[in-house]
T-cell receptor
């Protein structure tokens, strides 16, 4: 979805390096998410944010941190990258609609392929 | 525990044939269910979603899915597959925790010409 952009699209780095992945959205959604995808495992939630002041850990947050700089921007950092963090990373946003019982449909960016050597 | 299961890792069909991808869910209450498609090198695109009401849901690209509470299933169907449908398909559920999605492991679809 072109309304959710991720940079960079591909990144190769070395063990121990600090890496930041960025996500921007023009959909006007309050909620943003970071996932990682590994072959055969589907997507797993790393962190999510329901608004600028609200950050929550997902199921696999160890080794990661996030920053919600603005409603439209949500960054994921790997403080000291390790090889098992090699994966495809997705950012998503959602459109929680309280009046409809909270549809919360998520829309995904194109992904960032990260390789840690 | 809330979960979504896709029993088929890989399915191969001929172009023009019908398609059904299976999905089973485990939730205490009525779940919110989605099907997403991921083409090679692409992000996830929403095909359709079910929240309530009519149990047969129409989506984009000619796909539909039927919610069957008695079978805890939400299978995706298409009457005639096109070569461009080759992709990975994910069944996804959302339970009581807002924002928390449960992904199936995906079904890879191969389409023979």
């Amino acid at each position: 979805d072109a309304d959710v952009t991720q940079t960079p699209r591909n990144r190769i780095t070395k063990t121990g390096k600090r890496i930041m992945l960025e996500c921007s959205q023009t959909k006007g959604h309050d909620r943003m998410y970071w996932y990682r995808q590994d072959p055969g495992l589907g997507l797993r939630l790393i962190y999510y944010s329901f608004d600028v002041k609200d950050i929550n850990k997902g199921e696999i947050s160890d080794g990661y941190s996030v920053s919600r700089q603005a409603q439209a921007k949500f960054s994921l950092s790997l403080e000291s990258a390790i090889p098992n963090q090699t994966a495809l990373y997705f950012c998503a946003t959602s459109d929680f609609l309280a009046g409809e019982g909270g549809t919360d449909t998520q829309y995904f960016g194109p992904g960032t392929r990260l390789t840690v050597l | 525990a809330q979960s979504v299961t896709q029993p088929d890792i890989h399915i191969t069909v001929s172009e023009g044939a019908s398609l059904e991808l299976r999905c089973n869910y485990s939730y205490g209450a009525t779940p919110y269910l989605f099907w997403y498609v991921q083409s090679p090198g692409q992000g996830l695109q929403l095909l359709l979603k079910y929240f309530s009401g009519d149990t047969l849901v129409q989506g984009i690209k000619g796909f539909e899915a039927e919610f069957k509470r008695s079978q805890s299933s939400f299978n995706l169907r298409k009457p005639s597959v096109h070569w461009s449908d080759a992709a990975e398909y994910f069944c996804v559920g959302r339970g009581s925790t807002l924002g928390r999605l449960y992904f199936g492991r995906g079904t890879q679809l191969t389409v023979w010409p």
